[in-house]
């Protein structure tokens, strides 16, 4: 004879019922229906169903090396965009409009062409200073510094000295 425990049974969710769990409500079997209520299991994460998520997310050049997608539009100029627009100029001339976007297509520009020289500022406004307050404008790529560690300490060296005679005095 095989006995059974309820530690054996694994009932995890109604689908393992089957029909039983159908034909216990349409019958009116209110004892075999919670009975099989009973057995089910209280765990959630037991019952809730889990998908996966693929672990390896593709980027968005690849994505684009895969569908064969050019090179997003830029923001603001690039060397190369003065030479695409350049280009697209002399096929409107050339040729017609169409042939104009499909350079526009093939390889994109950029959305806006801010003035090159003015430090950032607005083109109206960088032409309205005088020279000697064109000189105190900050460049706009800050120069990388040039210390090495032997410097340093050099002038940690110098700084404390300088402390100690400034209190001495």
Do not use: W
Request: charge should be negative.
């Amino acid at each position: 004879m095989q006995t059974q425990s309820l530690d054996n049974i694994q009932l995890i969710n109604e689908i393992q019922l089957g029909t039983n769990l159908n034909h216990a409500v349409e019958g009116g079997r209110r004892a075999d229906f919670a009975l099989m209520l009973a057995l089910l299991s209280t765990d959630l994460h037991e019952n809730i169903p889990v998908d996966t998520t693929p672990v390896e997310t593709q980027s968005s050049q690849q994505l684009r090396a895969y569908f064969e997608i050019p090179a997003s539009q830029p923001l603001t100029s690039t060397p190369s965009c003065y030479s695409r627009a350049a280009e697209q100029a002399q096929a409107f001339h050339q040729a017609s409009l169409t042939s104009t976007r499909l350079l526009e297509q093939l390889q994109p520009t950029a959305l806006s062409y801010p003035p090159q020289k003015t430090k950032g500022l607005p083109e109206d406004l960088f032409h309205n200073l005088s020279i000697h307050e064109r000189r105190k404008l900050p460049p706009i790529e800050p120069k990388p510094l040039q210390a090495t560690p032997q410097d340093l300490y050099l002038a940690l060296i110098k700084s404390k000295r300088k402390s100690e005679m400034n209190l001495a005095a």
